[in-house]
């Protein structure tokens, strides 16, 4: 299903895109994702999109249309989206090529939504003074009204009233979609395989950081390294490089260097009774990946690899609450080498940079959990 939200500033687009994302199982993203996600590219386009946001300027009909008529044209999308901000002129609705089932108007009066968007919150963004409002309301009712009427001869469009609650909003929304809820949930879309996906990287690169991104999203998550953090602290013993090394080592002599994959197997097939999709935090060799996927050969194993520069991540390792003493040289040889980790980062189907903000990091796990889930 192809659904477009429409509305002013305020009337609760994202709020309800990310409950019907979560709903019908198709992914819900902005054209404004679009652009920060291609400006990050090294290309051409991405390189045009920067500047012209740089620049404070709005990209041309023309080449918006372009954009996203080829961002959706890509597999993850191949079975619906959730889009907003998208088209928000006549010349934009005529031209895209993505067709739509519905499109959503959520409507709420100009006062309303300057008083969401002001008085609602204790930190004001800079594009939501009052006056700055009160130009993007002027803006859509402008260029993005007529877009309606458009829809409306289609016979696509549904108008809700958004100054409702969340729920009954929603109710409403599922109920111009022709779908209605059902014990909470809505069993239109299922996974049909199974999906691992396994987070990889040096200490500091941000793994715990992108485990709880997963985990945010519904997904259970299964940590590898948490069996020899609790043996540790069982026996009162400092997290320190040669007490973790020591550990390690006993446990591969014992199990093999698939080690945490062997102790952690049980854990991985009760979490996949509940969740057709799981996250790994931590595989490091790469015998336990290829023991993974003989133990789970109808799963479909990614590894996402996590990067960041060596001394940011050797910062970050020193903040830590636990095992703040782990970083260093010596401690990234023997995760590479003496845990065998260089092919599973080498290997990795998606490699993930993470040298800048939080936000820009979860820009682009969301890139990956789209492709993987939706896939």
């Not at 994202?14 to 198709?26: D, V």
């Not at 993505?98 to 939504?113: C, G, Q, S, T």
């Not at 006993?250 to 097939?269: C, D, P, T, V, W």
């Not at 509940?274 to 109808?298: C, H, N």
Request: hydrophobic share 35%.
């Amino acid at each position: 299903m192809k659904i477009v939200l429409i509305g002013i500033q305020g009337s609760g687009k994202s709020t309800q895109g990310n409950l019907l994302s979560h709903q019908l199982g198709i992914p819900y993203l902005s054209t404004g994702h679009i652009f920060r996600t291609l400006a990050k590219e090294k290309t051409k386009l991405g390189h045009y999109i920067k500047v012209v946001i740089n620049t404070g300027l709005l990209v041309p009909d023309e080449k918006t249309i372009e954009i996203v008529n080829t961002y959706l044209s890509r597999p993850e999308y191949r079975k619906g989206y959730i889009l907003d901000g998208f088209p928000r002129t006549i010349a934009q609705a005529k031209k895209f090529i993505n067709n739509v089932d519905k499109v959503v108007y959520l409507d709420i009066p100009d006062k309303e939504a300057i008083y969401r968007l002001v008085y609602r919150h204790s930190e004001v963004r800079e594009d939501e003074t009052i006056p700055a409002i009160k130009k993007r309301i002027e803006s859509f009712k402008k260029f993005t009204l007529p877009v309606l009427a458009y829809y409306q001869k289609e016979k696509k469009l549904a108008e809700i009233d958004g100054t409702q609650s969340i729920e009954v909003v929603n109710q409403e929304v599922l109920k111009s979609l022709g779908k209605q809820l059902v014990k909470n949930r809505i069993e239109n879309w299922k996974q049909d395989t199974k999906k691992m996906i396994c987070i990889v990287g040096l200490p500091g690169v941000g793994k715990t950081d992108a485990t709880n991104f997963f985990k945010e999203r519904g997904l259970p998550t299964i940590s590898f390294g948490q069996a020899i953090n609790d043996y540790i602290d069982d026996n009162h013993m400092p997290h320190v490089e040669k007490t973790h090394k020591k550990v390690r080592l006993e446990l591969r002599q014992k199990y093999g260097m698939a080690a945490m994959a062997k102790l952690n197997e049980k854990k991985i097939k009760k979490a996949f009774k509940e969740s057709m999709t799981l996250v790994i935090d931590g595989l490091r060799s790469w015998q336990e990946y290829v023991y993974l996927k003989k133990a789970f050969p109808k799963v479909k194993i990614y590894l996402v690899g996590i990067y960041a520069d060596k001394k940011l991540r050797w910062s970050r390792s020193v903040k830590r609450t636990k095992r703040n003493k782990l970083y260093g040289e010596d401690r990234d040889l023997d995760e590479l080498i003496g845990i065998n980790m260089a092919p599973t980062i080498a290997y990795a189907d998606f490699l993930v940079k993470n040298n800048f903000s939080i936000e820009d990091f979860h820009d682009k796990l969301e890139e990956v959990y789209r492709m993987i889930y939706y896939s």
